[in-house]
Nanobody, 112 residues
Framework: QVRLVESGGGLVQAGGSLRLSCTAI????????IDWYRQAPGKQREFVAT???????NYADVVKGRFTVSGANGDKTVYLQMTSLKPDDTARYYC??????RGPGTQVTVSS
């Protein structure tokens, strides 16, 4: 089991940017794939982006062109760069390693 911790969330105005980090604590960050999800109060979990160990990325249509996921297998951290943020992006964002290990998440709030 790998312990993951997300950071980088905060309050930002619409149109702004944030970079989220997903960091492995106390171990090497080996993965086959890392998914980013988000969940807003009263809503279901929503897939945001994924990156594989070979660097292949995929994005939800609602964030495509605005969000970029990066990181390499074996690095300590995977990043989610978010630009042109919208109020609808407000949610708690968390990373999941290989559908197994999940961090507690970091809150992103976008004001209009």
């Amino acid at each position: 089991q790998v312990r993951l911790v997300e950071s980088g969330g905060g309050l930002v105005q619409a149109g702004g940017s944030l970079r989220l980090s997903c960091t492995a604590i106390g171990s090497m960050f080996a993965f086959n794939f890392i998914d980013w999800y988000r969940q807003a109060p009263g809503k279901q979990r929503e897939f945001v982006a994924t990156i594989t160990s070979s660097g292949i990325t995929n994005y939800a249509d609602v964030v495509k062109g605005r969000f970029t996921v990066s990181g390499a297998n074996g690095d300590k951290t995977v990043y989610l760069q978010m630009t042109s943020l919208k109020p609808d992006d407000t949610a708690r964002y968390y990373c999941v390693r290989d559908d197994k290990d999940r961090g507690p998440g970091t809150q992103v709030t976008v004001s209009s």
